[in-house]
């Protein structure tokens, strides 16, 4: 956690643009589960009673960022238990990401390597007797995970190892007061975003299983990662207000400002423009897909797989965008997580 006493990069505190909205360019349809109200009560009571939640001010700050839209915009198709579950995940990792955000590795490696041992033996019991309530919440959350079959479960617990462990890469940035290359960054971004195990999750809990042969071929693993990249481009663009106040400086806009040696304006436009990158060439590998099914000679049944699985990275980068334009207040300069630390 970045806590107020770390040396932290010094970067200028500008206002973001006015025009970012219309200049972020999205031509999915939006949608919306309509029980997000439950499950926004659902997931702030279960944070309360894992410990992860421990105040009337703190929950406050949770609600406030509606992540509960977050989760039914983004997989509009989750009904009831499905949707709670996912929104639980979400607003979870939220909290985490919060608390794992630091410049001091050793401060954090315990705690992610409680979190990857979970995974790694595929053990939600190991987290019941630990004493840090992210270890034991993370269990739990795995445990609801246990009707997922292999080898989608060993992808999902990949995916999450991963997120969890670049935690570590991104605190020693953060201790050596590095600026990684922007390339560099973007690429560490795409496992730090946990976008690739949140759109597995999500469809796993919709009922689309698709088989390894089509899920891990060269095609939609090129569809896959167009939604970290696009989501971790809206998140920085939004984001940069409040981290240029608290000094971290891992976020594209300042590292765009400062390789490209431009203003703060041009940086955001620059931005704005890979995330409308993303989106085409997400459209172009779309548009490639029905030779893509011929060459893996997939069955009408598995076609329709594949045309479900698109459609929910569809409703992901559109409702990223939605929840980041309309619905939260997570970014908004004046909001701080609870206990003495800063996201």
């Not at 992901?316 to 003495?340: C, E, F, M």
Request: include cysteine; charged fraction near 20%.
């Amino acid at each position: 956690m970045i806590t107020q006493g770390d040396p932290a990069i010094e970067i200028p505190a500008v206002p973001l643009r006015t025009d970012v909205r219309d200049l972020l360019w999205c031509p999915f349809v939006p949608a919306i589960s309509p029980d997000a109200a439950q499950a926004r009560a659902h997931t702030l009571a279960w944070l309360t009673r894992a410990g992860i939640i421990t105040s009337a001010p703190q929950r406050a700050y949770v609600d406030a960022m509606r992540l509960d839209l977050y989760a039914a915009r983004v997989a509009p198709a989750l009904r009831g238990p499905q949707l709670d579950l996912f929104c639980d995940w979400i607003v979870f990792t939220t909290q985490l990401d919060d608390h794992l955000d630091s410049n001091d590795p050793a401060a954090i490696h315990p705690l992610v390597r409680q979190l990857v041992g979970v995974l790694d033996h595929d053990d939600p019991d190991r987290a019941s007797a630990a004493e840090d309530p992210f270890v034991t919440a993370f269990g739990e959350l795995w445990r609801q995970c246990g009707h997922i079959p292999q080898p989608w479960r060993r992808q999902l617990a990949d995916g999450w190892a991963q997120w969890i462990e670049a935690y570590l890469t991104e605190a020693g940035w953060r201790q050596a007061r590095l600026w990684p290359s922007l390339a560099r960054y973007r690429y560490t971004v795409r496992t730090t975003s946990a976008a690739l195990p949140f759109t597995l999750l999500s469809e796993l809990l919709s009922g689309i299983w698709l088989p390894d042969r089509v899920l891990n071929s060269a095609a939609l693993n090129a569809l896959r990662v167009v939604v970290p990249d696009h989501t971790m481009a809206v998140n920085d663009v939004f984001g940069a207000p409040r981290e240029a106040l608290t000094g971290d400086h891992l976020n594209a806009v300042f590292i765009t400002e400062r390789e490209y040696r431009c203003t703060r304006d041009q940086a955001v436009a620059m931005t704005i423009d890979y995330a409308n990158a993303a989106i085409r060439h997400f459209l172009r590998l779309v548009d490639a897909l029905p030779r893509t099914c011929d060459d893996l000679r997939l069955t009408a049944a598995e076609r329709e797989s594949v045309r479900r699985w698109v459609s929910g990275l569809q409703h992901w980068l559109r409702g990223n965008l939605d929840w980041h334009t309309t619905d939260t207040h997570r970014y908004a300069t004046g909001i701080r997580p609870l206990g003495g630390t800063q996201a």
